[in-house]
């Protein structure tokens, strides 16, 4: 004979409703896929800007050379360049600075031509950069 379980979880099975390859990608898009996040990063807040206002030339600098150190000669996200850079140790390392003010510096690294980047800079999770062609065979 056919246990009670078995026979329970076939109904069970059975009354679930038929989902075609379509319609699951669909809701795992709309769950957590780009359609869900169109802005762009915030600005910094008051505070953070206070803070970014107080960093020294040299800790400016520190912060550009540990995006450029950071960054490698294939593509990564901004938003994973930021966070390796905020979790490392580096020299003149400031607290408190938020990850809007790194994906700053990481947008003005590319202005300057250090950086390659495609997709949205405004928008961290959105983009990818890696170092210039130029910056890296020099």
């Known amino acids: 004979s056919t246990p009670l379980y078995s026979s329970a979880a076939s109904d069970v099975y059975k009354r679930q409703p ?7 990608h669909e809701d795992i898009r709309c769950v957590g896929g780009e359609s869900d996040d169109q802005e762009p990063d915030g600005p910094l807040s008051a505070g953070q800007q206070a803070r970014v206002e107080a960093l020294s030339q040299c ?5 550009d050379d540990a995006l450029m150190s950071a960054a490698a000669p294939h593509w990564q996200k901004v938003a994973r360049l930021v966070a390796e850079v905020m979790t490392s140790n580096w020299p003149n390392k400031p607290s ?3 990850d ?3 994906a700053q510096r990481v947008d003005r690294l590319v202005q300057k031509g250090i950086l390659e980047a495609r997709g949205d800079l405004r928008r961290m999770r959105f983009s990818e950069v890696r ?6 065979q020099a």
Request: charged share 10%.
């Open 96 to 98: 408190g600075i938020a």
């Open 18 to 24: 038929k989902t075609s390859d379509f319609q699951l």
């Open 100 to 102: 809007v003010y790194y």
């Open 131 to 136: 170092l210039a062609i130029s910056y890296t």
């Open 59 to 63: 800790q400016v600098a520190a912060a």
